[in-house]
């Protein structure tokens, strides 16, 4: 059925982004025949960013999107995406196994009941994940990554938690006792993929279409640490849910964005996993095993004594005057960042394209060192004192690698000068590091 309709690969890839795929396009007998349509997407994301980016410099003179803060979101992205280099996603491997076992009707494939019914179904699903990662404390520590920058922009839909994942999958299994897997993976793919656009404060207002769909100004909401967007507007495409279940709100004052306490950090591993070391504190002062529990299933802001979801009563007053955190540092140590930033943004993008030709070991160690260089990076955005020798050790292994051929370059002509650069970057941290160890030294005698 997916062949009945022809169009041109970059036409269904900038659709893809919009869910304006039609049925006889995007339906599928069998779950390999499933287009990666994220994958598919990277272009159209890097496109539109820079297309965010030129726009906002025209309409208000200044970036929308921090180089400290843009890296950090693709950081996430990237990260979020690494399980998939050693297993299939979870969300459609538990969906695959009840289809397998317990489905109790099996809708036709090629239907466009069955394609309408799925993208209304795996909406609704994504509601109830959303708004269970909001009010679940064990769930909010996952989803609370795609909160924590304090802006707002296309680059912040990339912001995504790499534990997420491994719960979410729960909610969409009713769907597998009638949908079939293919028609599934179809839906959240293009589910996921709408919600890139809304991420911006370019678009302001799309009249009529407010009523039905989620779009930027929901989102800036849902986004928002004002007391009124607090746990609103959940929605991925559709924004009725919210309607009816009465977790909607309206744009009024202006949004400030983040968490309700801002984390102010860029380091990548903080990013994600702090909220985990909190809750874990949190519970450890509690002597009753049923407030060890609660702080964990409960909201986050629940205390005992206070109701389930707790409240904001302790939430710092937003003033609409807050500025984001945006420490200051070199141009050159930007130029730095950003071009070793490139550089493992292509590895990661040559590991997933060679995934399948790789032993599972070359997968491990590439994957490591993605990491390694994505937690080094935040070191040096946020200024750390142990930046330079993490640095330094970075570089030696990315030496080591050029060395055993295990990097590659998008174009040959860029091997060469891209041996030489980082040969000087491990000169210059190697020389960083010598002087912090001789400024300790002389401090201790």
Not at 424 to 429: A, E, G, I, R
Request: charged fraction near 15%; hydrophobic fraction near 45%.
């Amino acid at each position: 059925m997916a062949a009945a309709v022809e169009f041109g690969p970059v036409s269904r890839g900038a659709r893809a982004l919009f869910y304006m795929l039609t049925p006889n396009e995007s339906s599928f007998e069998k779950v390999e025949e499933v287009p990666q349509y994220v994958q598919q997407a990277t272009p159209f994301f890097a496109g539109l960013m820079v297309l965010e980016l030129v726009v906002g410099i025209m309409k208000t003179g200044s970036p929308v999107v921090t180089i400290s803060d843009g890296i950090t979101s693709l950081s996430a992205g990237m990260i979020s995406r690494l399980p998939l280099l050693l297993m299939r996603g979870c969300e459609l491997t538990a969906y695959v196994y009840v289809w397998d076992h317990f489905r109790m009707v099996e809708l036709p494939w090629n239907s466009a009941w069955t394609w309408w019914l799925s993208l209304i179904g795996v909406d609704f699903c994504y509601y109830w994940v959303h708004r269970f990662a909001h009010e679940v404390a064990i769930l909010w520590a996952a989803h609370q990554v795609h909160h924590s920058s304090e802006y707002y922009n296309l680059t912040t839909a990339l912001r995504q938690s790499l534990t997420q994942q491994f719960a979410s999958w729960v909610f969409y299994l009713p769907m597998a006792l009638a949908v079939p897997p293919s028609i599934f993976a179809v839906h959240i793919q293009l589910n996921l993929l709408y919600q890139f656009w809304i991420h911006t404060e370019l678009i302001r207002d799309l009249g009529p279409l407010e009523w039905v769909f989620n779009t930027p100004k929901h989102h800036r909401v849902h986004h928002g640490r004002n007391l009124y967007c607090i746990d609103k507007n959940y929605g991925g495409m559709l924004i009725i849910w919210d309607r009816l279940f009465g977790t909607f709100a309206s744009e009024t004052d202006k949004v400030i964005y983040g968490l309700v306490f801002p984390i102010k950090t860029f380091e990548i591993l903080n990013v994600q996993l702090h909220y985990y070391k909190y809750l874990w504190k949190k519970s450890n002062f509690y002597k009753k095993i049923n407030n060890k529990l609660a702080t964990f299933l409960n909201g986050p802001s629940w205390k005992p004594g206070k109701p389930r979801l707790g409240d904001h009563l302790g939430n710092p007053k937003v003033t609409g005057k807050e500025v984001p955190h945006d420490p200051s540092w070199s141009l050159p140590l930007q130029v730095y960042v950003v071009i070793h930033f490139l550089l493992v943004l292509w590895t990661y993008h040559e590991l997933f394209e060679n995934k399948m030709m790789l032993s599972q070991l070359t997968v491990l160690g590439m994957t490591s060192y993605v990491l390694l260089t994505l937690t080094s990076l935040g070191f040096i955005i946020d200024q750390r004192p142990t930046a330079a020798f993490l640095e330094m050790l970075r570089c030696v292994v990315m030496v080591m690698m050029q060395r055993y051929d295990c990097m590659t370059m998008p174009l040959p002509s860029l091997a060469v000068p891209t041996k030489a650069f980082v040969s000087l970057s491990l000169l210059f941290w190697a020389l960083q590091s010598v002087s912090q160890l001789l400024s300790i030294k002389r401090k201790t005698d």
